[in-house]
């Protein structure tokens, strides 16, 4: 990879976990940790769960620093235990402060994928990876402090790796933390799971969402209940939708479905050249993610009798009531949800023409419009 690549454990347009001053909205999931801490009860093994974009990694980096920059609980000293904690902050100007934003704290070792032979970023964490760990345990344990692994995410494991980190979690070393990222637990290994605690990080509050996005240098847009709507309490959704103009895209989708059943085929056109061209990948991505998130919100419609609060995009409620009114037409809705969203990640795989797959969709979606007149 180039020196200036995006690290595969930061999000695009956002800072680094490790920089990141402060986590909003996640309250409970740190006075859960803290209360094992205090209590003497540090679990070797930590999954931490939730939707992508909650700030699993930003906890982890600030687990990691709290627990280097923290004298362990049994350490009694002179004057007996000492004093329950109850916060994760650490001064900034804590040498292990400095350290970890330096990339050179030698208690923490930070797993994520890395380049192969070609220089190529790999699409899964490999076994080498999780064995380097062995390494990092041999030059830490002679001066007996705390060590700490991150693994980001635990989700890009492949069996190889899962296999070996499995033995590390059976057979932990001494002052040893692992905290391990997963956006689907359901990945892992079972044994994996049974062998960790887990921390569930929950979306973000409209107004947790606005000040995280703040510190991460994203500007508000004016829209801010329809990008609420579509980042469903995800930082990096917003930041994601942000940068690459999700909300527009979402209003043209919106204006597609306006005329349904007959179709403005022109505008449909457009969407699909704009998505197709060079340099457009992210984008395109983006566009086939809404188109999911467009048809989720006509089924929940139909089977609710009301449509998602807040709205998405102009005039959205209005559009998603006349064409998804019941829940016999929201189940067409989210049968043709699961069709397409099949059919757009075949294209995507076997590279299809991204202007063809995109208005073979709309086509799709077309046809279920005039079904369910």
Not at 13 to 34: D, I, N, Y
Not at 52 to 71: D, E, M, V, Y
Not at 73 to 97: C, E, K, N, Q
Request: with cysteine; aromatic share 4%.
């Amino acid at each position: 990879m180039t020196e200036d690549a995006l690290a595969p454990d930061q999000a695009t347009g956002a800072p680094h976990p490790r920089e990141t001053k402060q986590l909003f909205g996640q309250v409970a999931a740190e006075q859960e940790f803290l209360a094992a801490f205090n209590s003497d009860r540090l679990h070797h093994g930590w999954l931490l769960t939730g939707p992508r974009g909650t700030g699993k990694a930003t906890l982890a980096w600030r687990i990691a620093k709290f627990l280097l920059a923290t004298p362990p609980r049994d350490d009694d000293g002179l004057f007996g235990a000492p004093p329950p904690v109850h916060t994760l902050d650490i001064d900034p100007d804590h040498p292990v402060s400095h350290r970890i934003l330096a990339g050179a704290e030698p208690g923490l070792a930070a797993i994520t994928r890395t380049v192969n032979e070609q220089g190529r970023l790999r699409s899964e964490i490999v076994v080498d990876d999780i064995r380097k760990l062995s390494r990092f345990f041999g030059m830490t344990s002679a001066d007996g402090g705390r060590r700490v692994v991150i693994v980001d995410s635990a989700d890009e494991m492949n069996v190889s790796a899962a296999n070996a980190l499995l033995k590390m979690l059976e057979e932990p070393p001494a002052r040893t933390t692992l905290l391990l990222i997963s956006h689907q637990p359901s990945r892992l290994l079972p044994t994996i799971r049974s062998r960790c605690r887990t921390l569930r990080l929950k979306p973000l509050s409209p107004e947790d969402m606005r000040l995280a996005l703040t510190q991460a240098g994203a500007e508000m847009p004016d829209q801010a209940d329809h990008l609420a709507a579509l980042a469903e309490g995800s930082v990096g959704n917003a930041v994601r939708l942000i940068n690459l103009g999700g909300l527009e895209i979402y209003a043209e989708l919106t204006r597609i479905l306006e005329s349904l059943p007959r179709l403005d085929r022109q505008r449909a056109l457009a969407l699909a050249e704009a998505a197709a061209q060079r340099g457009a990948k992210e984008q395109f991505e983006l566009l086939l993610n809404l188109i999911d998130v467009a048809l989720s919100r006509l089924a929940l419609t139909g089977a609710t009798g009301a449509s998602p609060i807040p709205e998405a995009a102009p005039n959205e409620a209005e559009i998603l009531v006349r064409l998804s009114g019941t829940p016999q037409q929201a189940r067409k809705w989210a049968e043709v949800a699961a069709t397409v969203t099949a059919r757009m990640r075949h294209g995507q795989a076997v590279n299809l023409d991204p202007t063809a797959l995109v208005l073979d969709t709309v086509f799709k979606i077309q046809e279920t419009a005039g079904q369910n007149r």
